[in-house]
């Protein structure tokens, strides 16, 4: 089907109706419904008709109730004839429902769930699916439930239908508003608003990708006749908010280009040089091609703007300090900032102990030092004679000014602000930009979120390091393990134990940081127990943690604030509580405390409960990036960008790595419409720009001129 603007007759037939119609001029909403309807974001005809199903019901083949099987997974329809709350002998409450159809009963059970009573009555027609199993008789633990039909209502008449008997559409919903009221707005608008709806996607295009037209995608998404036409609708939104992104993306990179002509650095071959000599250990290959391509950048007219991403303990640091030198070679600066003060030490610390034979010393500047040291510090910066500086924020005051600042290395870049970032950068005329990350993500989620930066990756570990060994143990076996946590610190060892929570009182069935740290103290006298998270003031958080990287502290009861954190080469254990509250990302990156020395580490999870699937393929790889693939597929991209998109970015339909293909396609057809045409001015796609624009309001600075 070919989408076309609406027509002058289906014009008539909406009335006055238009996409920018307030919500609550719609039939059937007005003021109070609006009010509601506000909290789901829908303020516009538009954001109804952009409310889209978060999931769906199969109802495709409904099972009676007699016939679902211990064993099956089934989808049933009953009325419910019973309900209540049940508690166990260990406290956990259950709520039950009994449904009934014309062909017998089924009893549903969901544990530790009992805020349903509130909300399921007796008479209430329900859609549940989910698998059948016996415990006292046969019973549904349903995974999916919906209220087809109000207690007070005949189910034969006011029943919902199941989409055409296949398919159910499950919406969003909020306090007020129930799936089945917001099912009922959309589907009664659905028509009139599709017919509103303006295809911008060149239908050349469209066809190639073999995707539906907008209207018919839609309704696919609204009123699907089964699953796939659902899925198929969703890859056609996916597509455009890709191509949207990508767009915005490349014309971030021409236009940063275009205009960041800087320093066309020289290779001396001087200070890198002596350098690579005076490692006591090789180059792995992933530090020489990422070393290769940052000097190929920085030797280039046009300003770098480089991301290094690398797994825990790859050597991102070294490659970095390589660029830094390039820059001193040609008499200019380079400064290097850190998220933290003990992270800002560590390199400072690193940077000194590999620079000592060039006769070379950096400077590091510091929130919490004497103003007579800052001042001095500044001092030298300000007249070229300090060439390298380590700092934290500390850097970014306007105090602080600089010589000659030609590069800029930013560590774990994701920890700072758009304007903070700035404001370093700004301190020099036009100075290379090297941003850090040791936060391994898919390449096609790197697309996604920096595409508009060249990206090196680093896989390799240097020799030297430890092996890490990696189990996942039982509750019934805790007892083993905290003796062999023991056994280690009695050796010298040091240990981090990871908890979820600081306190009890946050959550009742987890074990919190500091009931953990009083337990481990009384436990073990002869060791000295320390404890951080993350509302200790900075100060206190940093002093033991300095004691803990002194050796003064045996073992460290902590939350993720040890996520990224100093080097430890003496701490050869992590014990991880309750590792199924983490996602596998975060897991990795907690692993990576230990294993920075020579010595094997060990890294025990101690799950509550039947271990997952997911944490034993864990336990058997510490490749960074398959961890991270695996996290992809199981969150999903909305959770894993969250932070990425308070910058304005929104993926809210694509699912990475399935859509791995549309993100492909997407990224090389923004390439071609912007090396074609840069601004989008061309008749043909002035719509996608708008689109783009409305999409991300940030982007219309990236579009404005040609």
Not at 353 to 377: C, H, N, S, V
Not at 381 to 395: F, P
Not at 414 to 437: M, N, S, W, Y
């Amino acid at each position: 089907m070919t989408a076309s603007r609406p027509s002058k007759s289906a014009s008539r037939a909406s009335g006055a109706l238009r996409l920018d119609t307030p919500v609550k001029f719609l039939k059937g909403i007005g003021e109070r419904r609006a009010e509601q309807l506000e909290r789901l974001g829908i303020r516009t005809a538009r954001d109804l008709l952009w409310h889209l199903p978060h999931r769906y019901i199969d109802a495709s083949t409904v099972t009676p109730l007699v016939r679902a099987e211990v064993g099956q997974e089934v989808a049933c329809v009953g009325r419910v004839v019973a309900k209540g709350v049940v508690p166990t002998r260990r406290g956990l409450r259950i709520f039950h429902a009994v449904l009934r159809d014309e062909s017998g009963v089924l009893e549903c059970v969901w544990p530790g769930q009992a805020f349903l009573d509130r909300s399921i009555a007796v008479g209430q027609t329900l859609l549940v699916s989910g698998p059948v199993r016996f415990y006292h008789g046969r019973q549904m633990a349903p995974r999916e439930f919906v209220i087809l039909a109000d207690a007070d209502s005949d189910a034969g008449a006011d029943a919902e239908p199941l989409a055409g008997g296949k398919v159910l559409p499950v919406y969003p919903a909020t306090e007020g508003l129930s799936h089945k009221v917001i099912r009922g707005l959309v589907d009664r608008h659905l028509d009139a608003l599709i017919a509103l709806s303006d295809d911008v996607l060149p239908e050349p295009v469209r066809r190639s990708l073999e995707l539906p037209a907008l209207p018919d995608a839609l309704r696919a998404v609204h009123r699907p006749a089964s699953g796939a036409e659902a899925e198929l609708g969703r890859r056609r939104l996916a597509f455009d908010e890709l191509l949207d992104l990508q767009l915005m993306l490349i014309r971030a990179r021409a236009v940063a280009k275009r205009s960041r002509s800087g320093v066309a650095f020289t290779v001396r071959r001087d200070l890198t040089t002596r350098l690579r000599e005076s490692l006591p250990w090789e180059l792995t290959d992933d530090q020489h091609r990422a070393a290769r391509e940052i000097t190929a950048d920085m030797t280039a007219p046009d300003r770098m703007h480089r991301l290094l991403m690398g797994d825990v303990g790859t050597g991102k640091t070294v490659v970095a300090l390589f660029a830094m030198l390039l820059a001193v070679e040609n008499d200019y600066q380079a400064a290097l900032m850190a998220p933290t003060e003990l992270l800002a030490e560590q390199h400072a610390a690193t940077l000194e102990g590999l620079l000592a034979p060039l006769a070379l010393r950096p400077e590091l500047l510091l929130g919490r030092q004497t103003a007579g040291e800052k001042q001095a510090i500044r001092a030298r910066l300000a007249t070229g004679q300090a060439r390298l500086a380590v700092g934290t924020h500390a850097l970014m005051q306007e105090s602080v000014s600089f010589h000659r600042l030609g590069l800029v290395v930013i560590d774990e870049q994701h920890r700072f602000g758009v304007e903070q970032r700035a404001a370093l950068i700004g301190k020099g005329a036009a100075p290379d930009v090297l941003l850090l990350t040791a936060t391994p993500i898919p390449r096609s989620l790197a697309l996604t979120l920096y595409g508009d930066l060249d990206v090196s990756t680093l896989r390799q570990r240097p020799p030297g390091r430890g092996t890490i060994r990696t189990a996942v143990r039982t509750g019934a076996q805790r007892e083993r393990v905290l003796e062999f946590v023991r056994a280690e610190c009695g050796k010298g060892r040091q240990a981090y134990v990871v908890l979820p929570v600081i306190e009890e009182s946050e959550r009742a069935d987890l074990r919190a940081a500091t009931t953990m740290a009083q337990s481990l103290a009384a436990r073990w006298p002869e060791l000295r127990v320390g404890l951080i998270h993350g509302r200790l003031k900075a100060d206190d958080r940093d002093d033991v943690m300095r004691r803990f990287r002194a050796g003064e502290v045996h073992v460290l009861v902590a939350t993720t604030v040890i996520e990224v954190g100093i080097d430890v080469p003496n701490a050869t254990l992590m014990l991880i509580e309750h590792p199924e509250r983490f996602g596998l990302a975060q897991l990795h990156q907690l692993r990576g405390r230990i294993g920075r020395g020579e010595e094997e580490s060990f890294c025990i999870l101690l799950p509550e409960g039947p271990a997952a699937d997911r944490l034993h393929a864990f336990a058997a790889t510490e490749d960074g990036f398959k961890i991270a693939e695996l996290d992809l597929e199981e969150r999903g991209m909305g959770d894993l960008i969250g932070a990425r998109q308070s910058g304005g970015f929104e993926v809210r339909h694509a699912r990475l790595p399935a859509d791995a293909d549309l993100l492909t396609r997407a990224r090389q057809l923004a390439i071609d419409l912007i090396g074609g045409d840069p601004a989008l001015q061309r008749p043909e796609n002035q719509r996608l720009r708008e689109r783009a624009v409305a999409r991300y309001p940030r982007a219309v600075e990236l579009f404005r001129g040609g």
